[in-house]
């Protein structure tokens, strides 16, 4: 089946610096990739729409400057948060669309001290 | 616009009896729904899909889901639980462009 490899799995950084989130698909070509937040015991929150060659669909309330987000080629999409604050702590998850369906990678654990 | 909707945020069961997590959705035209599950610390593993063909639904770990446009649901279910079913249950509905809309989840218990 379709795999999705997300990096770090967890990290932790200092209040200030920026920290960058690695989504791969493996074993498929994803055109479109999707990065979500998800706070302790609630649901996913779609942050933006990650496409291939062109610039990223943020939803309402995500501030683009804030969490920047590359798609550089086919399996390969970044989400940079830039200057970390402790409200940006928070568990990081992407996916890669194929055949109409998701494939979600491991999640990021980001605590920002 | 198309939504979906599960009921009871919790559901705590005991080892051997019947699971049932409840979603209702929402649309105006025939909808695609997921059922995925989410373990401590990981992400999302699909657990089944509807996608217009077959109403019953079955998918991994012995789970199944009916798909009934007259009540508008597409309810989770499991004939007995396992202690490792206990996880983070979230109903999803494809909407436009690929993206999806996941419902609020509903947390599984199994006592043993």
């Known amino acids: 089946g379709a795999v999705v490899s997300q990096h770090p799995s967890w990290v932790i950084c200092k209040s200030g610096t920026s920290v960058k989130i690695e989504c791969r698909s493996l074993?498929?070509?994803?055109?479109?990739m999707f990065w979500y937040r998800q706070f302790p015991k609630q649901s996913l929150m779609l942050m933006a729409t990650?496409?291939?060659?062109?610039?990223?669909?943020?939803e309402q309330g995500v501030e683009k400057d804030k969490f920047l987000i590359n798609h550089a080629s086919l399996t390969l999409s970044t989400l940079t948060v830039t200057s970390a604050h402790p409200e940006d702590s928070s568990f990081y998850i992407c996916?890669?669309?194929?055949?109409?369906?998701?494939?979600f990678g491991a999640g990021t654990r980001l605590s920002v001290l | 616009a198309q939504s979906v909707t599960q009921l009871g945020s919790h559901v705590s069961v005991s080892e051997g009896a019947l699971v049932l997590l409840r979603c209702n959705y929402s649309s105006s035209v025939p909808p695609y729904l997921f059922w995925y599950v989410q373990y401590p610390n990981q992400g999302l593993q699909l657990l089944l899909k509807y996608t217009s063909a077959a109403t019953l639904v079955k998918g991994i770990n012995g789970f199944e889901a009916e798909f009934k446009k007259s009540e508008t649901s597409f309810h989770l279910t499991k004939p007995s639980a396992h202690m490792r079913d206990a996880a983070e249950y979230f109903c999803?509905?494809?909407?436009?462009?690929?993206?999806?809309?996941f419902g609020t989840g509903t947390s599984l218990t199994v006592i043993p």
């Open positions: 990650s496409n291939e060659g062109s610039k990223a669909t943020y």
């Open positions: 074993d498929f070509q994803a055109t479109t």
């Open positions: 996916s890669a669309s194929l055949s109409m369906q998701q494939y």
């Open positions: 999803a509905v494809r909407l436009t462009g690929n993206q999806f809309y």
